[in-house]
């Protein structure tokens, strides 16, 4: 059982369907993150939240927005998604400084 | 020249046997390495930091060749439970702005299957 959960487990949407992904980390960490893992591609930062401050955004289109309320909890908020990212969307924690991170289960979206 | 890259496989080797995957980098200033393993449908954890010196955690060896920028994992004596993916992981490339020294960067993967 890792620290680190994640809600839901799977998730389909439609286009043009609002939902939200959740996070809450169970470690004591200061630092978030959410990636996304597409088939035959390695994982992909999309955010990086130290100290609920968000101090990455890797490019990532509008129609994601994330949310830190705290140190343990993050959310991913979606609407008007494409087909193509349909992907595991999966959230990690660690310590400020230190590069082990601890991931949760993941959300596998499917967007039809 | 990707960030992090992998022969993606699959391996498939016998119980037993010794397996090696290795991993190339393309920032000569990356200074943490690690791998990851993910089983099939789960998240990754964390298997082993790579140290300049090398390490060893039981039948599994890491090295870094700084000099030619790869690192290897070493399995001995494969266990059926070793079947999963082995990724690659790096310390974020200093051009990925921000906090820069919170950022891994991940292979795709190599995925290995240890048969009966």
């Known amino acids: ?112 | 020249r990707k960030e992090v890259e992998q022969d993606p496989g699959p391996f498939n080797v016998p119980e037993g046997a010794t397996v090696a995957f290795n991993c190339t980098y393309s920032n000569s200033a990356s200074q943490s390495f690690f791998w990851y393993r993910q089983d099939c449908r789960k998240e990754p954890k964390l298997l082993m930091s790579v140290y300049s010196s090398g390490n060893e955690d039981g039948r599994f060896t890491a090295q870094l060749n700084r000099a030619s920028q790869y690192i290897s994992l070493l399995i001995r004596d494969s266990k059926l439970s070793d079947s999963a993916t082995y990724l690659c992981v790096v310390k974020g490339s200093p051009r990925i702005s921000g906090a820069g020294s919170y950022q891994l960067t991940f292979g795709k993967g190599t995925k290995l299957s240890v048969i009966p």
């Not at chain 1, 993150?33 to 597409?38: E, L, N, R, V």
């Not at chain 1, 088939?39 to 939240?49: G, H, Q, R, S, T």
């Not at chain 1, 129609?63 to 909890?73: A, G, I, L």
């Open chain 1, 1 to 112: 059982e890792t620290g680190v959960t994640q809600t839901p487990r799977h998730l389909v949407m439609g286009m043009t369907n609002k939902k939200s992904l959740k996070c809450e980390q169970h470690l004591g960490h200061n630092a978030m993150y959410w990636y996304k893992q597409s088939a035959k591609k390695p994982l992909e930062l999309m955010f990086v939240y130290n100290f609920k401050e968000q101090t990455e955004n890797n490019s990532v289109p509008s129609r994601f927005s994330p949310e830190c309320p705290n140190s343990s909890h993050l959310f991913l908020h979606l609407h008007t998604l494409q087909p193509e990212d349909s992907a595991l969307y999966l959230c990690a924690s660690s310590q400020a400084g230190n590069y082990e991170q601890y991931f949760g289960p993941g959300t596998r979206l499917t967007v039809t």
